[in-house]
């Protein structure tokens, strides 16, 4: 079953909210919003497609300390910052850590639209790899010693001959 992706606010800015939100209901998918990061945190689970919306600045945890928390704790939900506090080490540092984009308030719906598609998109991109993987480490799961044995030597580039004589 396909879920509806969702976009996730976390921001208390009630305006934005507004824009958020008729962008998400134009695009027929979800919105959610939260005014502290730590809100965001307790509600989401890693089963819920979408992207986050996101300022540096918040109350308690900062948009930062958000995304190395996410980033920390291996949870892939892709993150756009929009913000009125656009300092130059503080966007270098969130796109080096991986933010979809980084943008200034106030924001142009079409560049909004944009960074929310890009963002689905990568969501939708990770998690098809993850289910991609995950089907592989069941698959490996099934192997018997022996065939992981044979495995092993296979990865570490023996020729069947070497594997037989190695067994």
């Known amino acids: 079953m396909h879920e509806t992706p969702t976009v996730f606010l976390i921001d208390s800015d009630p305006r934005f909210a507004l824009v958020v939100d008729m962008i998400a209901a134009q695009m027929k998918i979800n919105f959610k919003q939260f005014s502290a990061a730590e809100d965001f945190i307790a509600a989401y689970t890693r089963e819920s497609a979408g992207c986050i919306i996101t300022e540096f600045r918040l109350m308690g945890i900062s948009g930062i300390e958000l995304q190395n928390r996410l980033n920390t704790d291996q949870i ?6 929009a913000t009125a506090h656009a300092e130059t080490p503080v966007v270098v540092q969130a796109m080096k850590h991986g933010a979809v984009t980084v943008l200034e308030k106030p924001v142009s719906e079409l560049s909004l ?4 598609q890009h963002g689905l998109a990568r ?3 990770v998690r098809q790899i993850d289910a991609k993987h995950s089907g592989v480490r069941k698959k490996l799961a099934k192997l018997t010693s022996k065939e ?3 495995l092993e030597l296979i990865v570490q580039g023996n020729a069947n001959k070497t594997i037989a004589r190695t067994l």
Do not use: H, M, S, Y
């Open 76 to 81: 892939g939900v892709p993150l756009i910052f």
């Open 113 to 116: 639209w944009d960074a929310v």
């Open 148 to 150: 992981r044995q044979v």
């Open 123 to 125: 969501d939708q991109k």
